[in-house]
């Protein structure tokens, strides 16, 4: 009898040549060559199917042929070694290229020093919905938005700025037509101020109602308190509730009333024209 003991030791820790060899996991690249262990069947994989018995790879062969095969453990052969097929890992979702004004993403921006140049609202709705969508740009350009707190300061506020060479004003006039208040105060600035505007009474009102899940912009009698008035008929609570509701319901350009839209791209290209 020989002295070896094949029954000795710890039953629990399993036969020294029983033990299953690790079998690596390779991921399923498209084109990696690979055989299907059972069958013999040799392909390059082409894709990846699911049913409701599991993930299967789609391996075509030299011939053109399409075969199925279960992701299953050791169940493939590479360089004529049993491996196991993973599903590559989904690729991450592409990144924006588009910023909202419809203009190319700078990725990796960095702050650039501010121009000269300044672009001037009337108010603090219209500062927020220009950052909203042009945001991206400004930052590019180096472009800062300023509002007036109201039209009847513009003028003061010019001879502070002195407008010039390296030193362009871009001014968006709410209710900007022809005869009224805001066309009176907008004339005969000089070359280095462009005024640009919009007809609606508000820049609220130049937001597309169906970005607000609204039919359309109900009408405030003269005399009346315009965003007291929507906020009244529309039930968005005081004028500040409503603010918050305009300002969520705009992501991009195509929110907006094409008026604004051309009149913020003007003033833009005007303050960042080379002298």
């Known amino acids: 009898m020989s002295g070896r003991d094949n029954y000795g030791g710890d039953i629990f820790s399993g036969h020294a040549g029983a033990r299953r060899r690790a079998v690596p996991e390779v991921t399923a690249d498209r084109d990696l060559v690979v055989e299907d262990a059972a069958s013999g069947f040799c392909g390059a994989v082409v894709g990846f199917d699911r049913s409701y018995d599991g993930e299967f790879v789609k391996l075509e062969d030299r011939r053109g042929a399409v075969r199925l095969f279960a992701l299953r453990e050791a169940a493939f052969l590479l360089d004529g ?75 003061a506020r010019l001879a502070e700025f002195a407008p010039g060479p390296g030193r362009r004003v871009g001014v968006l006039v709410d209710h900007l037509i022809t005869g ?49 008035g929507i906020c009244t008929r529309l039930r968005w609570g005081s004028p500040q509730d409503g603010w918050r509701r305009v300002q969520a319901g705009v992501n991009s350009f195509r929110d907006l009333e094409s008026p604004l839209i051309g009149a913020v791209e003007r003033l833009i290209d005007f303050v960042t024209e080379p002298e």
């Open 81 to 155: 070694e049993p491996v196991t097929l993973v599903r590559p890992a989904a690729a991450p979702p592409a990144a924006a290229t588009r910023s909202a004004s419809g203009s190319t993403r700078v990725d990796g921006l960095r702050a650039r020093v501010a121009r000269g140049s300044r672009i001037w609202v009337e108010g603090v709705h219209d500062a927020a919905l220009v950052e909203r969508v042009w945001g991206h740009d400004l930052r590019v350009e180096g472009v800062v938005v300023e509002h007036l707190e109201g039209l009847d300061n513009l003028a």
């Open 180 to 228: 009224t208040k805001e066309d009176r105060l907008t004339q005969g600035l000089g070359p280095y101020v462009l005024v640009t505007g919009h007809p609606y009474v508000d820049v609220w009102e130049a937001v597309k109602p169906s970005a607000l899940g609204i039919r359309e912009w109900p009408r405030v009698p003269r005399g009346e308190d315009w965003k007291t």
